[in-house]
């Protein structure tokens, strides 16, 4: 709220003179602090005034160096019958404040809250300028002798708004943290609501901290207890009841959809209404709720996808559980499982289609079999897994599984590298003009099954494998 005191007539009565006593300091005090505490504009001129009177009132006799240099213990300073004096007319402000709340509830108390909570602060904040000697000198020196419970009047306005006005209605059932997470669940219902009314009654809980040892430290005690924790609570109710409720009547592939869009949401809520602290904390709780308690679920699906090739439904559901501890390590595992089983029955229908053995089997049909395999995995580890280094492991310990041991083979570990090591020689005596065109890749698939390969001995002994293996994938 800005104030232009610059055109405004003076509004207070004649300044008291340098020997005025207390009660008359006061009254004047009071006038101007009841303007400027209720949001009216005074005067330059009154503004000066009321600063003076301070200062006739608490400063010495004589200002001398000792006071220019800027030491708070300045000799005859008063100060400690001024301070009670403004340490008392907070809560006296602030009565009326609480008895027009007494009947409001949900949204009304946090509008009308919000409204008073501006203007107090705006007004402390001027208040606060009117009282700098009082500040600079007396309640610098206190707070320097260990008094830590003297604060600047900014401070003062702070704590007698807590102690007089926030835990007033606090202590009637938590009425504001409630009348908050009661405006955010009703959001959460797919309602409108004003999220800059949450944010201002929000702030005024960090506002309301304060560390008496380090007045500039942010203070999060208020905000962290009065509302933080039972708004998280209040967040994991909402999500187990909504959690039960959806799962019972839509399936787990819906059911990971709508938790991608509550992650979305609660995010953007606390990135624009709540303190930056609860940012981790909210999304943790949802995280918690939504998908570690549901993951035993959610994995029961993970073999249905990979069958049916469901790629984008992977892809979220690997993502959300890459989010929680351990949520992806049994899908390592099924994935593993998976590739491997593929690849067996790949080779098994080779064997089936009438390759009897390993002297038959046709041994570019062998090899594409086993790459496209890979190729179809690695492509799901990419694109579904993003590369995840669980996923890729597992692809791996499959490949190098069905490379070596399959139909095919039996139980010998020379006879996939010996059939593999028939089609290298039938590309190297097609001559440097099929290495050269390699238009279907068939080089670079030898590469890939060779780094899978236990043994590679018959690979080895063709003459000119060498410049095949070298190849750049």
Not at 411 to 430: F, G, P, T
Request: aromatic share 8%; net charge negative; hydrophobic share 35%.
């Amino acid at each position: 709220m800005a104030h232009n005191a610059t055109n405004v007539e003076s509004r207070l009565s004649n300044m008291p003179g340098k020997r005025a006593d207390l009660n008359q300091v006061w009254a004047y005090l009071t006038a101007g602090a009841d303007h400027i505490m209720t949001g009216v504009d005074i005067s330059l001129t009154d503004h000066a005034n009321l600063y003076t009177t301070i200062y006739n009132y608490c400063g010495p006799k004589k200002v001398g160096p000792f006071i220019a240099a800027g030491n708070s213990r300045a000799p005859n300073l008063v100060g400690p019958d001024l301070y009670n004096k403004i340490h008392d007319y907070f809560p006296q402000h602030i009565q009326p404040i609480i008895e027009r709340s007494q009947t409001l509830q949900d949204v009304d108390l946090l509008r009308y809250y919000a409204g008073e909570w501006d203007r107090y602060v705006v007004g402390a904040s001027r208040l606060d300028r009117v009282f700098t000697y009082l500040n600079r000198y007396w309640v610098k020196r206190e707070r320097d002798e260990g008094k830590k419970g003297v604060y600047p009047v900014y401070t003062l306005a702070l704590a007698q708004w807590k102690a007089h006005c926030y835990l007033h209605i606090q202590k009637d059932n938590d009425r504001l943290t409630n009348a908050i997470v009661g405006l955010i669940n009703q959001e959460r219902n797919g309602e409108l609501i004003d999220q800059d009314l949450i944010k201002k009654v929000v702030n005024s809980f960090v506002a309301l901290g304060v560390d008496k040892l380090n007045l500039n430290k942010e203070c999060l005690d208020v905000y962290s207890d009065e509302f933080e924790a039972p708004f998280l609570q209040a967040t994991e109710n909402y999500y187990t009841a909504e959690s039960e409720a959806f799962l019972a009547k839509n399936s787990v592939l819906a059911y990971l959809k709508k938790v991608e869009e509550r992650l979305r949401e609660e995010e953007a809520r606390a990135e624009h209404c709540l303190h930056a602290k609860t940012h981790e904390n909210l999304v943790k709780k949802c995280e918690d709720i939504l998908i570690q308690a549901r993951s035993e679920l959610i994995w029961e699906e993970f073999q249905t996808l990979l069958d049916f090739g469901k790629d984008e439904d992977l892809q979220r559901m690997c993502t959300l559980l890459s989010r929680v501890p351990h949520g992806l390590e049994p899908l390592h595992e099924k994935f593993e499982a998976h590739v491997k089983q593929v690849g067996l029955t790949s080779i098994s229908k080779l064997v089936e289609g009438g390759f009897a053995n390993v002297e038959s089997i046709d041994p570019k049909a062998y090899v594409d079999a086993l790459f496209e395999v890979h190729r179809k995995n690695s492509e799901i580890v990419q694109g579904c897994f993003g590369g995840e280094v669980g996923f890729a492991a597992g692809l791996d310990r499959a490949c190098r599984g069905f490379v070596n041991r399959n139909a095919a083979t039996g139980s010998s570990l020379a006879r996939s590298s010996e059939v593999i090591a028939k089609h290298v020689d039938m590309l190297l005596r097609e001559g440097q003009a099929a290495e050269e065109d390699n238009s279907e890749g068939a080089l670079d698939h030898i590469i890939v099954l060779y780094n899978y390969l236990e043994d590679r001995d018959a690979l080895k002994r063709i003459p000119g494998v060498d410049r095949i293996l070298s190849r750049p994938t």
